[in-house]
């Protein structure tokens, strides 16, 4: 294994010996590495065809480095030429793999990775992943690789971003599966409490709900009490409501005690789902395919003009980026507004 890592590292070393005599541009980085770190997103894979092909665009060369800052200490990466991304757009997962690296958290990861970058001639990473990520793309941005970051994750809870790649995709898989749980709920006229994803955010949960017409939505950044979604169903039972969505995201807690609870307070047979990684499979929305496009070219914009330490963020429906720390020190919640639109519509 150890052997086979090395003959890759050896053989990229050569290639980019050879391609350095060849280079056309005048300034800027020749070679560029792309990763997917953290959890996977559907439109990970757009995000990646997007830095390959605008790396290939600005005379790069561009490496693609398999699981995530693991990949990037062990060698395990390979080059990409325009053929590399080919029919990958439309599809979820990521094509170069993820995972999570603990020995990227200290010194002797962080050192291993750079002799590496520097052994094979990789000036600067696109690193698409979540906030754990840019941390690592921080730290080796300052050990003098540098690295900007592209939101990857589908619970949108990067706070420097209006937007992460993966969002949308995540929302309608959820949508439609609580779509599904309607139709039994309606038929068996119980209350369905379906835990959807978000990780500390509700973001997924607040938008699966009210796109779901939920008669409740339980997200941990708003305060419930079990006894008020108890006295609103029964309110709504009197008015002839025969069955109950309730949108509960899997930061609050245990979704099955919430059903039971419910049961208990109302009378009503209250089932738990839980919908788990469906949501972070399946085919990229349009919405992510596009973000992910403009998110990876804009990356590979900033390493092209020397720039890391960047994190590109949307802001206001636009493409901007921030330095790496200020993005992660900044803050974001859920949409208030919406939340009592929500609960307004809903009885
Ligand atoms: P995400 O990027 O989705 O938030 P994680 O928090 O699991 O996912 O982080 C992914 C990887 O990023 C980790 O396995 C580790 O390699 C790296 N990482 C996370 N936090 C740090 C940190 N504080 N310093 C350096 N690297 C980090």
């Known amino acids: 294994m150890r052997d086979r890592e090395e003959s890759c590292v050896r053989h990229l070393w050569r290639s980019y010996a050879v391609y350095n005599k060849k280079r056309v541009g005048e300034f800027g980085m020749k070679t560029i590495g792309v990763l997917t770190s953290g959890g996977d997103a559907p439109g990970m894979n757009a995000a990646i ?11 790069m060369k561009v490496i693609g480095i398999r699981r995530g800052y693991s990949g990037l200490i062990h ?3 390979i ?3 325009a053929r590399s991304v080919s029919d990958i757009i439309q599809r979820g997962g990521t094509m170069l793999y993820t995972a999570r690296c603990d020995e990227f958290r200290y010194e002797e990861g962080l050192q291993k990775a750079k002799k590496v970058c520097q052994d094979v001639g990789i000036e600067g990473i696109v690193t698409i992943g979540g906030d754990g990520s840019f941390r690592g793309a921080a730290d080796l941005s300052a050990r003098g690789i540098p690295c900007v970051g592209v939101p990857g994750t589908i619970d949108n809870d990067i706070t420097s971003t209006e ?10 898989t959820a949508v439609e599966m609580v779509d599904k749980l ?6 068996h006229d119980r209350c369905s409490v379906v835990e959807v994803m978000g990780r500390r955010a509700g973001h997924i949960a607040l938008n699966t709900g009210i796109a779901c017409g939920a008669t409740f939505i339980l997200v941990p950044e708003v305060p419930f009490s079990i006894d008020d979604i108890a006295q609103k169903m029964k309110q709504s039972q009197s008015t002839g409501k025969q069955h109950f969505i309730i949108v509960v995201a899997e930061g609050v807690g245990n979704v099955s005690e919430i059903a039971k609870e419910i049961e208990e307070k109302t009378g009503i047979e209250a089932r738990a789902s839980i919908l788990g990684h469906v ?3 399946g085919t990229p929305t349009v919405r992510d395919r596009v973000v992910a496009s403009e998110m990876g070219y804009y990356a590979v914009e900033l390493l092209s003009k020397g720039i890391g330490n960047r994190v590109v963020c949307m802001k206001d ?13 900044m803050k974001k919640s859920i949409d208030k507004r919406l939340y009592q639109i929500a609960l307004d519509i809903s009885f």
């Open 49 to 59: 065809r997007a830095v390959v092909r605008a790396g290939l665009k600005q005379g």
């Open 317 to 329: 429906s636009k493409i901007v980026d921030y330095d790496i720390q200020e993005a992660l020190g």
């Open 79 to 81: 080059e990409m030429n």
């Open 279 to 281: 949501q972070r499979g």
């Open 75 to 77: 060698g395990d990466m």
């Open 163 to 172: 937007y992460t790649i993966g969002y949308d995709t995540a929302m309608n």
């Open 182 to 187: 309607r139709d039994t709920a309606q038929s």
